[in-house]
């Protein structure tokens, strides 16, 4: 009865905080402008399975991509077992499941400990990747301090829960086959685990009933301190992902890549000047701004895409101009872009629900003029994005900022503007003489 009053004591409070934390999340990512994604239901649903739940995108690498199936496979179906722990715990019973399911349980645990043990080895290949073997897209700058540490820290955390998973169950294993197990009518003899039948006579046959109750409790209660650990880390880390990306996924850009999308604020301008029924929309007297200057200039999904980022760096790694030592990495825009959003959030928190200008912006203090511009915008950081994060709208977003609002463009740039505006055209001729090559011998 104490162990139950425990239990549901610690689900309350872990469940408590992490809504708290999701909350704030949700709120931060509606700081950003109102877009409508209600098109193509179903073409959004079926690019949600595919990519989301299915991982297209991530085979094309595939020595990772098996990895990462290994861990996500595991992380999925684990939640089965999560299940009965959630239901003994509250109850008070030890697997509760087993006398209802009979031979398919055996099945199902079985199972579940084959892939806890593919996650293992999954777990410890990406450990070794980013810490002994140092693959570059893992290594970069932008990825020192917290990022690193985030990483390494939910490996870590995951190579520890399996590790309780094995204690429970084979310390359980050891004690069904001596008749002393602590659950209710289910018999004796052997569990029949694919693993834990070998694993718990291995390590723990010589110890005694006593010592077994207790390793099969730690083991236990680890699993589940280490499930709320989990629940209330992930707010606060990339792994975020784990949730977001399938809503990420399914509001995600469907149009060609290259389409852009014009500024409402400047065709409300311009366009009665070749549609003369066209009626603005805007106030003329409204002080518009144009671009994105800070992460509430951006629109939700945008936001939401900063919140969805895994950090794995594919993007950066295809980024012809990443590649070629130019400032750019389309992940630190978007890892820049969450850090501005989490100091927004945490500004609105402290100054009780408004925000008080801190004086500072994502345009110039996150991301530097440079970075901008060296982009190309070839869409290569979209194609490659395993959960179809735009890091390029942002980019864009910001250009208009500083060409529209501050006029501050390099120098090429300024000419071809110029060009247009007095030529019509990008060079440096007038519209008389472009057809002058046509006569030169």
């Known amino acids: 009865m104490i162990s ?3 239990f549901i004591a610690l689900l309350i409070v872990s469940s408590t905080f992490f809504f708290i934390n999701a909350k704030k999340i949700r709120r931060n990512i509606l700081l950003g402008k109102d877009i409508s994604i209600t098109d193509n239901r179903g073409e959004r649903f079926k690019t949600m399975v595919l990519v989301a739940l299915g991982q297209k995108k991530m085979f094309t690498r595939p020595i990772p991509a098996i990895l990462h199936l290994f861990l996500y496979a595991a992380f999925v179906i684990t939640q089965i077992e999560l299940l ?3 239901f003994d715990g509250i109850t008070g019973h030890h697997r509760a499941f087993r006398a209802s399911l009979g031979g398919f349980y055996t099945f ?3 199972f579940i400990e084959i892939l806890s043990v593919l996650a293992f080895i999954g777990t410890v290949a990406f450990l070794a990747r980013r810490n002994l073997l140092k693959v570059p897209r893992l290594v970069k700058s932008e990825l020192n301090g917290w990022p690193k540490l985030d990483a390494n820290i939910i490996l870590i955390m995951e190579i520890i829960l ?10 359980d294993e050891v004690l069904y086959s001596r008749g002393q197990s602590h659950a209710e009518n289910l018999g004796d003899g052997s569990l029949g685990l694919t693993i834990s039948s070998y694993l718990g006579p291995l390590i723990y046959g010589g110890m005694p009933n006593a010592g077994l109750h207790v390793i099969e409790r730690i083991g236990w209660w680890g699993h589940i301190m280490m499930v709320f650990a989990f629940l209330n880390y992930l707010p606060k880390s990339k792994h975020l992902h784990v949730l977001l990306a399938f809503p990420n996924v399914y509001f995600s850009n469907l149009k060609a890549k290259g389409q852009f999308t014009n500024l409402f604020e400047v065709t ?3 366009k009665p000047n070749f549609d003369p029924s066209y009626q603005p929309v805007l106030d003329p007297n409204a002080v518009i701004k144009f671009g994105v200057k800070d992460v509430t200039d951006l629109n939700w999904k945008n936001l939401l895409d900063a919140y969805s980022c895994t950090e794995c760096g594919r993007c950066t790694s295809a980024c012809p101009q990443n590649i070629t030592g130019k400032a750019l990495s389309p992940r630190k825009i978007m890892m820049d872009t969450r850090d501005r959003l989490e100091e927004v959030g945490k500004n609105i928190d402290k100054n009780g629900g408004t925000f008080v200008d801190d004086g500072k912006t994502l345009l110039g203090d996150y991301i530097k ?13 979209v194609q490659e994005c395993p959960v179809n994060i735009d890091p390029l709208a942002i980019i864009v977003g910001l250009r208009q900022q500083l060409v529209l609002e501050q006029s501050s463009a390099p120098n090429e740039l300024n000419g071809m503007f110029s060009n247009l505006e007095n030529n019509g055209a990008p060079w440096q001729f007038s519209p008389a003489d472009r057809a002058n090559w046509i006569h030169e011998q």
């Open 4 to 6: 139950s009053i425990i």
């Open 84 to 86: 009965e722990i959630v």
């Open 108 to 110: 199902m645990v079985s």
């Open 162 to 171: 399996i590790c309780f998973i094995f204690m429970m169950n084979g310390a």
């Open 268 to 270: 409300d301008v311009v």
């Open 369 to 381: 003029h440079e970075e901008i511009w060296a982009c190309n915008t070839c869409n290569a950081c």
